[in-house]
């Protein structure tokens, strides 16, 4: 089995490729390096089965030989990357969508498309469900990323209805966990950088908001039981993947400041705009089509998360 895996040098993609060749897969891991880094896949450049490719997937793409799965992860995925690279992230969700599915057509080969709960924008429907359809600003600063991820969901199921393509779409949640960058602006590595610094954590509005943490190695199961699920119409809609243990930012900033020993306190800024006030996977489709739900508790993988941040982030 060869899968092809776009964005294999991010937070994301890298854990991937791991996982997809400890399951014997062949792995292509394609990525410009834009927001992913090779340090992310040292360990696997001397594995027989695996081949990176400094490839844009914005342009065609060229793969020898036959191909069984496409896994398009490829975007920037953090507020920072995405305010700073809006053109970029709206290429890499519409463009990169389109070759990445086409070559998925092309070769007859399974298709997942790395979608994300920001779909949902604000929601006002709470926990969210995959009927839900959002509360978007399309043009609004974040909009960039929502629409592009929008777009390549419409993308995936236009595929799919009119050109048979076994296309699948996992909405996914919040993840953290190694291997994130220490300076990308998610807020659990933002909390345990300036913990770890003794810096002030900052919270942005009240940090009242809530958030549902799923930590890495619990979502990349998720995944693969998505890819490796059995051809359905249960698979025509996306699912989400995600802990609907949902807790405030506050409370995160507290937690990681206990795990962490960190005597820093709490420094409050004002909200960004458009920022969701409420976060939270209704994960029933998850337990009931893929037969899987998170196994990890936010304490250990804040741990496990906290002890990477030591050796990458503190001088």
């Not at 294999?8 to 891991?29: K, T, W």
């Amino acid at each position: 089995m060869k899968a092809v895996v776009t964005g294999g040098a991010g937070f994301l993609g890298s854990h991937l490729c791991e996982r997809l060749l400890q399951m014997e897969y062949e792995v292509v891991c394609l990525d410009n390096l834009l927001t992913g880094s090779l340090n992310n896949i040292a360990h696997l450049h001397e594995h027989p089965r695996f081949k990176f490719v400094n490839h844009n997937v914005v342009n065609y793409i060229s793969i020898e030989g036959p191909v069984d799965a496409v896994l398009h992860f490829a975007s920037p995925a953090s507020p920072i990357d995405y305010l700073e690279m809006p053109i970029q992230t709206l290429k890499v969700g519409s463009l990169g969508t389109h070759t990445a599915i086409g070559l998925a057509k092309a070769k007859n080969a399974r298709f997942l498309l790395a979608s994300t709960s920001e779909v949902y924008g604000d929601p006002k429907e709470h926990p969210q469900t995959e009927t839900y359809w959002g509360n978007v600003n399309p043009i609004g600063p974040r909009g960039v990323y929502d629409e592009a991820k929008r777009f390549a969901e419409a993308m995936t199921m236009a595929y799919r209805r009119y050109h048979g393509v076994d296309a699948r779409i996992v909405r996914i949640f919040n993840t953290y966990g190694p291997r994130m960058r220490p300076n990308d602006g998610r807020v659990v590595s933002n909390f345990i950088v300036q913990a770890l610094q003794n810096k002030s954590l900052t919270v942005y509005g009240d940090g009242k908001q809530t958030r549902s943490f799923c930590y890495v190695s619990d979502l990349i199961s998720g995944i693969v039981a998505l890819l490796s699920a059995a051809p359905s119409e249960n698979l025509n809609m996306p699912i989400n993947i995600g802990n609907p243990e949902e807790r405030t930012v506050q409370d995160l900033a507290t937690k990681v400041l206990k795990l962490t020993g960190s005597k820093s306190t709490l420094e409050f800024r004002e909200l960004p705009v458009d920022d969701p006030h409420v976060r939270c996977p209704d994960i029933s489709r998850a337990k009931n089509i893929l037969g899987w739900k998170p196994e990890v508790g936010v304490d250990d993988g804040l741990r496990l998360t906290i002890e990477y941040f030591r050796k990458v982030a503190v001088a």
